[in-house]
């Protein structure tokens, strides 16, 4: 049978139909992606206006964001220098009924160094000696000692029986020190019955001293004629050249009469 080609009752030929059917399919298809479209926009604008946002809040000072000021209410620049504060201080007053307290004047002694000793010395002519401000003793150790000063017997052959110094006895090779500031005016290693001997003058009181450091070592001596030493300085080692029964330092010492006199009690007196 044939169908009709016209008229609400004609029927679709299978081609008709198969158009239909992909018309409905497109039409359906374009208006989810129009609404995909669409928020995928939406989306979009929201981000934009996020970032434009952002940019204005970083970018911007804080101080444009705010309100307009009026015209006699300037707003300060946050581009202008910083003005230190200034403090203000309150007014003092004095109590009129204070006392006003007076510092006496003080009055200072001047005293003049004592003048220097002047010594002639054979080799050296005048010799200026400052007073010395320190004693010390000759030895590190002065507890040990053999013979004092006075009578005695002759320990050998030659010696004396009147001792004119003091033996220490603090082992060979012991350092030996000046007793106090002065000028050595002898160094020789030819001493005689001393043997190595040194000796030193000094200005100890406004006296002159003369100290005399016997029977060190040979090569020992560590000073020259005419040499400013100081309190404690070493002169040589202890030794046994000279006239000597054994390794000791035998010291004298005398003021300007040349009379020798008891070293032991003069620095005990000083040193204790």
Known sequence: MTLPSHGR???ASPLHARLRTRLTRLTRSAGGARRAGNRRSLLAAVGMTFAAGLFAATSIPALALTATAPADHPVASVYEPVVEDTILAAAQTVDSHAAIETV????YVVELAPPPITSQVAGLGAVSLVKSTAVVW???DPSRTSSGFG???APCAGCSTNHDGIDFTPGNGTPVMSIADGVVVLATENGGGLGVNVEV???IDGQLITSSYAHMQYGSI???VGQ????GQQLGLVGTTGQSTGPHLHLEMFGADGV???GMAWLKSRLG
């Not at 006496?104 to 009055?107: F, G, T």
């Not at 400013?228 to 309190?231: G, K, L, P, R, T």
């Open 260 to 262: 020798r006199f008891d």
């Open 138 to 140: 000759p030895v590190v």
């Open 228 to 231: 400013q030493v100081s309190a």
């Open 151 to 153: 009578p005695r017997e």
């Open 201 to 203: 003058q000094h200005n």
């Open 222 to 224: 560590a000073v020259a």
């Open 9 to 11: 009752r004609a029927a």
């Open 104 to 107: 006496p004047d003080e009055s």
